[in-house]
RNA sequence: GCCAAUGUGGCUCAGGGGUAGAGCAAUUCACUCGUAAUGAAUAGGUCGUGGGUUCGAUUCCCACCAUUGGCUCCA
């Protein structure tokens, strides 16, 4: 048979041979790197026997799928560890995840710390004695059988729920361990390097909260120490860039415990980078795309909750005011969302088609009741604002409105300077649970695929999900990462073609019919308090200069320069220039540093000489000494930069 | 909501059954300074909240509140 590598060259064998053995004829440093086989393109176990003509590639640890065997070994040596000092202990499952690995384990108690750091300890003897694991298949009556024998009824569940014609494979590493497994694997524990056990938590047996509590421990493991070392320094890189503890920090929003969670406080700072924000996109709206704004009520009575469907499909998400319904009381509901409310000041007057689009926006505060355990900064809270639009218009005018929604969208991210950040989603209902959902199998189909063919036609790649639409419509979802690698959403874009009906909107259309119109509701740059998250992560708090809520700090070298100082201030200030002005009896260096710590774009230094002469000495963010200029200059040059939303980098 | 950890002055943390300490920040005074920390002094806490045990609780126990991580990535 010929094989042939990933060099372009071949290799002939007259027997069928393992890829393990292969890789040891091409060489035995490959062979002791590898970590598995790529055959024709596909992912296989070193121990794979191949007995005609292919292409074969040895993995290492170098490529992401190669990495993924390592630590799902790591996974089994970390179960080994678990299970040799907690006899107890029963297995359940053990994968490889995007940075690391996790196996959940059914015990008694939850692991603290001090047992991580002992079960670590273990890991290394077992890797020390660098056991060969070996792969074996069993029929499913003994595989069950050897598994009831084990005391593993995680295990016995497993394999009873393997389709008939499932291959039962196990992976054995010495004599004390063998777990159910479809592999690959490495060839023995010795190739787990570098590793760490990061975290333990409570997960529950097949993710259902009816099943048995687990207990999850996660680890990473690498092929070398420097990329170990590497990465847990990444993890405490990430911690400064964390927007709820770098937004406290950096004095933007709080919260307190007597007000409630999901409830922060802007502060000053943080209030002016919204104000900001919100400024710019509702003149942005309403000038340049054809916005018109409202002002709604917060709150309504229950009544229009029932027309819109949220009382049945949202009830749980709302806060409801005298619920239990007190004699001759009205119920009330903080409202969740915009949508019906905009939809009555559509219906205040009559619509021709001529009239639509017709393009309602609204900076728009909503309140849900998060479960308390979901709470999470500024990302995840019970009092929100975005900037929310309901378009109503015509079907033969979705997709070009559509089109002019994600337009609007991208063209905020990359003002922002996120649009590299994002990936989009077509989130769809879930067929399986269609209850939760209102209207046909027809309806979604045709919905979703009104979706999917706007976003091919403007050749904007996207991932789908079941079970993310909204219950009137299916969304186009752009979805951005926090720092620790949580997807959140950042801009939706939902399509809806049965509110319109329930609410009884209509307009008149070119034979003078009244038809009912279809809806689209969006944000352009979503919730304000999630897109500060997002900034604040993104930019590691060094904001661009138009959104910083101080843009200039004025330093006198000391208070024989006060007057000049504040004159200086004032014309910053006159200019719509977020300046202050640092008084104390500091040396200039303090005060630089501190400058430096609150993360100020720009400094300007003012002492004898530029008192003397007019000027002022500007340093940055982005450079030290930027020159001394005139204040008129200087005004010229940042006012610019803040008029073009400039995002300097050098 | 569920599981776990955490909660001590503005921040970072130490301590521990006999009513609290450090550094930084703050305030005051002195210095009046040229590009990442001048010096000295002072002030600041009913140890998250409420109960319980105890002669005595911030420390031990219980409840609640808040913060964080996890609860999806399917042998």
Not at 112 to 136: A, Q, Y
Not at 204 to 231: C, E, P, T, V
Not at 306 to 325: A, P, Q, R, T
Request: with cysteine; hydrophobic share 35%; charged share 30%.
């Amino acid at each position: 048979m010929k094989i042939t590598l990933k060099d372009g060259s071949a290799k002939e064998y007259s027997e069928s041979k393992s890829v393990i053995d292969i890789a040891f004829d091409i060489s035995e440093g490959l062979a002791r790197a590898a970590c598995a086989g790529e055959v024709d393109g596909e992912v296989v176990d070193l121990r794979t026997v191949i007995d005609k003509d292919c292409t074969l590639n040895i993995i290492t640890a170098d490529d992401p799928r190669g990495l993924r065997v390592l630590r799902h070994t790591a996974s089994h040596v970390l179960a080994e560890a678990v299970k040799r000092l907690y006899p107890n202990a029963k297995l359940t499952i053990g994968p490889a995840i995007d940075e690391g690995f996790y196996y959940d384990f059914d015990v008694e108690n939850p692991f603290s710390r001090e047992d991580l750091d002992k079960i670590e300890d273990e890991m290394k003897k077992i890797i020390k004695e660098g056991n060969k694991l070996e792969k074996f298949e069993l029929p499913r009556n003994e595989a069950i059988k050897f598994m009831e024998e084990k005391g593993e009824p995680f295990k016995v569940e497993l394999i009873n729920d393997l389709p008939e014609d499932a291959i039962i494979s196990f992976y054995s590493q010495g004599e004390g361990f063998t777990d159910l497994c479809a592999g690959p694997h490495l060839m023995s524990t010795k190739g787990v390097k570098a590793f760490k056990l990061t975290a333990s938590s409570m997960a529950y047996w097949r993710g259902d909260s009816n099943k048995a509590r687990l207990q999850r421990i996660y680890g990473s493991a690498f092929a070398n120490k420097d990329d170990l070392k590497a990465y847990l320094e990444h993890l405490e890189d990430i911690k400064m860039r964390d927007h709820n503890k770098l937004g406290r920090e950096m004095k933007l929003f709080l919260t307190a415990d007597v007000i409630g969670q999901g409830l922060p406080l802007f502060t000053p700072k943080g209030t002016k980078m919204i104000m900001k924000l919100q400024r710019w996109i509702e003149d942005l709206e309403d000038n340049e795309w054809g916005y018109v704004r409202t002002r709604t009520p917060l709150m309504a009575k229950s009544d229009l909750y029932k027309i819109s469907g949220h009382w049945d499909h949202y009830m749980d998400g709302m806060f409801v005011l005298n619920k239990d319904e007190q004699e001759g009381k009205e119920i009330m509901a903080l409202r969740p969302m915009t949508c019906p409310f905009q939809y009555y000041v559509y219906m205040n007057e009559q619509h021709s088609y001529r009239d639509l689009p017709y393009r309602m926006s609204e900076t728009s505060t909503l309140f849900r009741n998060e479960d308390s355990g979901e709470m999470h900064g500024l990302t995840r809270v019970r009092q929100f604002t975005i900037t929310e639009a309901h378009i109503i218009l015509t079907p033969e005018q979705a997709e070009e409105e559509l089109t002019r929604c994600v337009d609007l969208a991208h063209y905020v991210m990359k003002t922002l300077g996120v649009d590299g950040d994002v990936t989009y989603r077509l989130s769809k209902w879930d067929p399986e649970n269609k209850s939760k959902y209102e209207g046909d199998d027809n309806y979604w189909n045709s919905t979703q695929q009104y979706l999917r063919d706007v976003m091919n036609k403007n050749s904007i790649k996207f991932t789908e999900a079941d079970g993310e639409a909204a219950f009137y419509g299916p969304k186009i979802d752009i979805q951005a990462k926090n720092v620790y690698g949580k997807e959140d959403t950042m801009v939706t874009i939902q399509l809806d073609c049965s509110s319109a009906q329930k609410f009884g909107m209509v307009y008149t259309d070119e034979n003078g019919n009244k038809v009912s119109p279809w809806i689209i509701h969006r944000t352009s740059m979503g919730c304000y308090e999630r897109t500060l998250a997002w900034l604040i992560e993104h930019y590691a708090g060094k904001f661009p200069t138009w959104m910083c809520p101080e843009q200039v700090r004025v330093l006198p070298i000391s208070e024989k320069y006060e007057d000049y100082a504040q004159k200086v201030l004032a014309e910053l200030k006159k200019n719509g220039i977020d300046a202050t002005c640092d008084s104390r009896s500091e040396k200039i260096g303090y005060k630089i540093r501190e400058t430096r710590n609150d993360r100020i774009p720009y400094w300007l230094v003012v002492g004898e000489k530029e008192e003397a002469e007019g000027l002022v000495a500007v340093s940055s963010r982005w450079n030290n000494n930027e020159g001394s200029k005139s204040l008129s200059e200087f005004i010229a040059q940042i006012s610019e930069e803040i008029r073009n939303k400039t995002i300097r980098t050098e």
